[in-house]
């Protein structure tokens, strides 16, 4: 754990406070850069392919993606709304830790100094606009998946997490209003169609209300990965 971020890392979030890291604590790692490289990431999704023999290649660029929205976002998020901090998580600027199935296993930054948070205006834009959004825009040419399933997959976990942090109790609240309208609204700040928009929804059932996805992850066409339950707007029979 970094012990600048240690305080973030509460409730459900200590599940996730290993997946930061400073240089020189994982042998194994690559360039956040290298994710946009053809050959290192079919590299990494063929070895995580090798977990799920004979599943679905867009299940496995999906579920992989997962991993890494896991390990990016969560604790970026947390380290946001319970710290008012912000931390450098541009592709051009961190590393991967990766295990031996090529999995995302943590979030190398440069350094263990996360920058304070002085005002709302795109304090997710580190995040979104200079790591998730060029990592899926590569990715869904490359493996020729749905850009929007990727983005779905991305929403899914940022939604979660603001849920979660704001249970515990945010610092930041500006801050989280800005990550609910990244959700919540049509066009971004520049006025160009956002991709996160109504991929989660809360739709009433049997009396109740239940969170569910726009689309389905696929995580059911992979062998011996069950369906995600209640989430899912398209479970298999």
């Given amino acids: 754990m970094i012990p600048s971020l240690a305080p973030c890392f ?51 660029v999906s579920m992989w993606t997962q991993w890494h929205f896991g390990a990016l976002i969560i604790p970026t998020t947390a380290a946001m709304l319970l710290l008012g901090r912000g931390l450098q998580v541009e592709l051009d600027r961190i590393s991967l830790a990766v295990d031996e199935k090529g999995k995302t296993a943590a979030i190398v930054l440069p350094n263990a100094e996360p920058s304070e948070i002085l005002d709302s205006d795109g304090c997710f834009s580190s995040l979104f606009q200079s790591h998730v ?46 990550g609910r309208s990244l959700l919540s609204n049509r066009l971004d700040r520049n006025g160009q169609a956002n991709p996160m928009y109504g991929l989660v929804r809360y739709l009433p059932q049997d009396n109740d209300t239940v969170r569910q996805r726009k689309l389905c992850c696929l995580r059911y066409l992979l062998p011996g990965v069950a369906c995600c339950g209640s989430i899912c707007p398209s479970p298999p029979d």
């Fill in 10 to 60: 509460t409730g459900i979030f200590v599940h996730y406070k290993d997946a930061l890291a400073l240089p020189g604590e994982h042998s194994s790692v690559i360039s956040g850069r290298d994710l946009l490289d053809q050959s290192i990431s079919e590299n990494l999704l063929a070895r995580f392919a090798e977990v799920h023999v004979g599943g679905d290649r867009r299940a496995i």
């Fill in 133 to 178: 959004e060029p990592l899926i825009r590569n990715f869904a040419g490359l493996f020729r998946v749905s850009p929007r399933l990727l983005w779905n997959n991305a929403a899914d976990i940022f939604e979660w997490a603001l849920d979660q942090a704001e249970a515990i109790g945010i610092t930041r609240s500006d801050a989280l209003q800005e």
